[in-house]
């Protein structure tokens, strides 16, 4: 069965440091998407992209966030000068957003 | 008012039971409905997934979706312990796209043997 890939599955960085978060979508998929989930809270949407372009972004994806499709098959989230509060899980979500990554657990100390 | 109200539980049945799991919505926007499983660190898998009002069903699970009450329900008969998980409703309205989700915050379901 297709899933989608995210990878690392834990990342650990400290304040103030750039990380990137990766994805491999569904092969055949179009739209992909980023949502995070901090501890407790619930599902909360970031970003979707669709044809090499964000098509609608949240509140919460401010500057301090970016997404890219490197290639055909990686789309990966950016997050520049990571604070406390960004510690979440973060998943990958492809084509209508019914397939959802096993997610990147980021800490932040 | 929160766009999407979910019971956070935990809900604790015993194996066999109806489990009968909601979500309330204020969007009048919302067109379609779905249900996730979610295990404990593990990203949400999709279970249901219903357009506009009405019912659905696929084995031992049911959605109800009724939008005159902006009320949405999941059941589950014949409950097992691998049925344990948080239970997330999440919908979406036609003009932003059907996957920009908004989430409930989910219901946790513990199905002792």
């Known amino acids: 069965e297709p899933e989608v890939t995210q990878t690392p599955s834990h990342q650990v960085t400290q304040m103030g440091q750039e990380v990137i978060l990766r994805c491999v979508p569904i092969s055949n998929h179009l739209y992909f998407y980023w949502y995070r989930q901090i501890l407790g809270q619930k599902v909360e949407f970031l970003v979707s992209?669709?044809?090499?372009?964000?098509?609608?972004k949240s509140e919460i994806f401010d500057d301090q966030f970016s997404v890219e499709r490197p290639d055909g098959s990686n789309f990966t989230l950016k997050i520049r000068s990571t604070k406390l509060e960004d510690s979440a899980m973060y998943f990958c979500?492809?084509?209508?957003?019914?397939?959802f990554g096993q997610g990147t657990r980021l800490t932040v100390v | 008012q929160k766009e999407v109200e979910q019971d956070p539980g935990p809900l604790s049945v015993p194996e066999g039971a109806i489990v009968s799991l909601n979500c309330t919505y204020s969007n009048s926007a919302f067109q379609y409905f779905m249900w996730y499983r979610q295990y404990s660190r593990k990203g949400p898998e999709l279970l249901m997934y219903?357009?506009?009002?009405g019912n659905k069903e696929d084995g031992r699970f049911t959605a109800q979706v009724d939008k005159s009450s902006k009320y949405i329900s999941l059941f589950i008969r014949d409950s097992q312990p691998s049925d344990s998980a948080t239970y997330l409703c999440a919908m979406s309205s036609m003009n932003s796209g059907y996957s920009t989700l908004t989430f409930g915050k989910g219901t946790m379901l513990l199905v002792s043997p």
């Open positions: 979500a492809s084509s209508e957003g019914g397939f």
């Open positions: 219903t357009y506009s009002s």
């Open positions: 992209f669709y044809n090499n372009e964000i098509s609608e």
